[in-house]
């Protein structure tokens, strides 16, 4: 292959990355300054040129074949160590550009990363950023993230990534419902208790307890569980019994006097504790705009409040 069919074989894999980022051939003709027709002539050449299609054209969006995932992986590598090599160069401009796409537990989601995209997208005028929040895991490269926000001890294998902060749960009620039914002063105690938990799995009703050297499990019951934090949190707040609930999403509530922890001298574990990390795949050049967004949700997370700065049990 020539030189020029080289570049030519490049900028057609530019417009691929551009399309599938915009979901559109009109868009990604727009931002490229190009028509839609040219667009397309430039995907059918490559298309010609790879030997396989990469796209899946339907009435209402595009879709990327089996083939056409691997080989957008590559180009927006290619893309991405494009934009590294001429950044050390000195002649790429600097400021981070195009979308970030993260996937993010929807309760961390909802309460530690989305307070803050505001100030990041005012930062950053030229990074968007597309927030999937679902619980279940998600392939990076399969369905296209580039960070994805985990709770684990650290990254899997071939994935890098950084902590942002430490994720706690702690048992919460309000004054109101411990006056009427008791403060349980012992994790045995919370036998007698209507307790309100996830409910997703039978270990869920489990709650495990540690305090020093002794560890104590207890088989809880109530008449209320919810796979949601905020709902937990609600249900807590309407008396309806002892919650468990991540730190960060009880703390306004506990500063405010309106619920109190239980058992405040033994540390509450469960599946959903430990280090949260940002996870991206392992490369020596992680692009500007992932590199900002990182960067900047692990400044403003080292500053959240947690429970051990507080004199929780950690």
């Known amino acids: ?33 190009a028509t839609p027709s040219a667009v397309s002539r430039a995907i059918a050449r490559l298309e010609k040129a790879l030997g396989t299609q990469l ?17 957008h992986q590559r180009c927006r590598e290619m893309l991405d160590a494009a934009q590294s090599v001429l950044a050390v160069s000195g002649g790429f401009d ?27 997208l005012a930062a950053h005028p030229r990074v968007d950023v597309l927030l999937r929040l679902e619980d279940r895991y998600m392939d990076l490269i ?13 990254p899997p294998p071939g994935l890098m990534g950084r902590r942002l902060t430490r994720i706690e749960h702690l048992l919460c009620a309000t004054p109101e419902y411990l006056a009427q039914h008791g403060t349980p002063q012992h994790p045995q105690g919370l036998k007698t208790h209507s307790c309100i938990y996830l409910g997703e799995a039978p270990g869920d009703a489990r709650w495990r307890f540690r305090r020093q050297g002794e560890r104590v499990t207890v088989e809880v019951r109530g008449r209320y569980a919810a796979n949601h934090t905020g709902v937990r949190l609600d249900a807590v707040l309407r008396h309806l019994g002892i919650g468990s ?10 500063a405010q006097g309106r619920i109190v922890q239980v058992l405040p001298q033994w540390s509450f574990r469960t599946h959903y504790c430990g280090d949260l990390w940002a996870l991206y795949p392992a490369t020596r050049h992680l692009p500007p705009r992932l590199g900002a967004f990182v960067n900047f949700l692990a400044e403003r997370l ?6 051990t700065d507080t004199g929780g049990p950690g």
Do not use: C
């Open 1 to 33: 292959m020539s030189t020029n069919q080289s570049i030519a074989l490049l900028n057609e894999m530019a417009v691929f990355a551009k399309v599938v980022e915009t979901g559109s051939f009109s868009e990604a003709a727009r931002q490229l300054g």
């Open 55 to 71: 796209l899946q054209r339907t009435t209402r969006k595009l879709r990327l074949s089996e083939s056409g995932r691997d080989i």
């Open 94 to 120: 600097a400021a981070p550009q195009g979308q970030v796409r993260v996937s993010v537990p929807k309760a961390v989601g909802h309460y530690l990363v989305h307070p803050h995209v505001p100030d990041f």
């Open 142 to 154: 399969d369905e296209e993230v580039d960070l994805a926000i985990r709770i684990t001890d650290q």
């Open 245 to 254: 609930l991540p730190y960060f999403v009880a703390r306004e509530a506990l």
């Open 302 to 307: 080292a500053r959240e409040p947690t429970m």
